[in-house]
């Protein structure tokens, strides 16, 4: 007798952890080039594994979150922002009985196609590419499973399922709104919740760690914060009186910890309230639903309101990263201008490209998938006389 796992009997068991309106394995629409089922591994947990083998998820790493990589070792990257919000999507996911392995596979893949230095990087390309309908990593996220991404002799991209691309492109926030509905998803009125979990969950991780690395970096300072955010000082009056005489990096710790305790429990009890009241039976009735089912009580949407205004005004326009702001805009400005005139200094890869893709959407691609580092040490290699080029 075999204790292996196997495909058919793992799909069987998912109605004993999943509620009915979750995306089972058994349900997804399958992969855009057809490939023989794996005889042990569900769809959305192999879509995960590709999209952590991929080559942009490993640039992730050396990719600017708010703080620029050279900056420190300790802030943030895109890396830590993306794993971040796998771990609090999964949380939230787990105890909604909705299913891991797509919210996973969503969460690690929704920023694949940011650009180096964040979202300045994005503005500057938007804007270089508006004769091709501009830049928006969303779907610049998608065009790199769908496309860029050359790992298999059959197919292009990652060849994910329908469930995980269009939870990349569907992908929303409060300062994430792609706009293209009709992209890719034939007209659904919302996407499955799975994809709603990334959405809130990426609201609630980069709140909490842009204020964590505010406050590691000196930009932001304690009192203001806390007279800007009022749910931050709910918290952190707690941890205080809790923990009088604890230190500073560890009371800075507990509370950012705290806080997104705060949020994910209101995620849930509000997500729980929402699907109380809709009652959905089926996917299909998750689909057809007015609004999201998953996100925050008004009272919270009210507090990151206000988290969000405080730190677009005290962070990211801070003097500080509007420098580093401005270098990235002067950099990537010169590098697509360079490559547009002259093309061939492109790497093979791109310049084989130019046959069937539009010159200005070949050097988009190439910035986008630039690391931050990458991209300085080509700015000097053009620009500065005296850098060797090999």
């Not at 058919?8 to 855009?32: F, I, M, T």
């Not at 991404?149 to 990349?168: A, H, S, V």
């Not at 590098?335 to 093309?343: D, G, I, R, S, V």
């Not at 890869?349 to 010159?359: G, H, N, P, V, Y």
């Amino acid at each position: 007798m075999s204790n292996l796992l196997k495909l058919d009997e793992y799909v069987k068991r998912e109605h004993l952890w999943l509620v009915p309106y979750a995306v089972h394995n058994s349900q997804s629409r399958g992969r855009h080039y057809p490939e023989p089922r794996h005889p042990y591994r569900p769809p959305f947990e192999r879509d995960r594994e590709r999209i952590i083998h991929s080559t942009a998820f490993r640039r992730l790493q050396y990719k600017t979150q708010v703080f620029v990589n050279h900056e420190g070792d300790h802030y943030r990257t895109r890396m830590s922002h993306t794993l971040e919000v796998a771990t609090v999507s999964r949380a939230i996911a787990q105890t909604l009985s909705l299913n891991i392995d797509l919210v996973e596979a969503i969460a690690l893949a929704h920023d694949l196609g940011h650009t180096p230095f964040g979202h300045t990087g994005e503005e500057v390309l938007n804007e270089l590419t508006e004769s091709i309908g501009g830049f928006e990593h969303n779907r610049q996220s998608l065009r790199v499973v769908e496309y860029l991404e050359l790992k298999y002799p059959d197919f292009p991209g990652l060849n994910l399922t329908y469930e995980t691309r269009e939870g990349i492109i569907r992908h929303s926030t409060r300062y994430d709104q792609p706009g293209e509905r009709n992209l890719f998803t034939e007209d659904e009125v919302l996407p499955a919740l799975e994809a709603q979990v990334v959405n809130v969950a990426d609201e609630l991780a980069y709140t909490a760690h842009d204020i964590d690395d505010g406050l590691f970096s000196g930009v932001l300072e304690w009192e203001q914060l806390e007279k800007g955010f009022p749910l931050f000082k709910q918290v952190a009056e707690e941890v205080k009186k809790k923990y009088p005489e604890v230190n500073e990096e560890i009371l800075r710790s507990m509370c950012i910890r705290n806080l997104i305790n705060y949020l994910v429990i209101d995620v849930l009890e509000e997500s729980n309230r929402r699907l109380s009241e809709e009652n959905p039976k089926t996917l299909d009735d998750v689909r057809r639903t007015e609004r999201p089912l998953i996100g925050f009580s008004g009272e919270i949407e009210d507090q990151l309101q206000y988290a969000g205004k405080f730190l677009y005004e005290n962070m990211y326009r801070h003097y500080k990263v509007l420098r580093m702001a401005t270098k990235a805009r002067i950099i990537i400005e010169n590098l697509f201008n360079a490559y547009m005139e002259e093309p061939k200094q492109l790497p093979r890869t791109s310049r084989l490209r130019l046959e069937t893709d539009a010159k200005e959407q070949v050097v988009a691609d190439y910035i986008a998938g630039m690391t931050d580092r990458y991209a300085m040490q080509e700015y000097k290699k053009l620009f500065d006389p005296y850098e060797k080029l090999l």
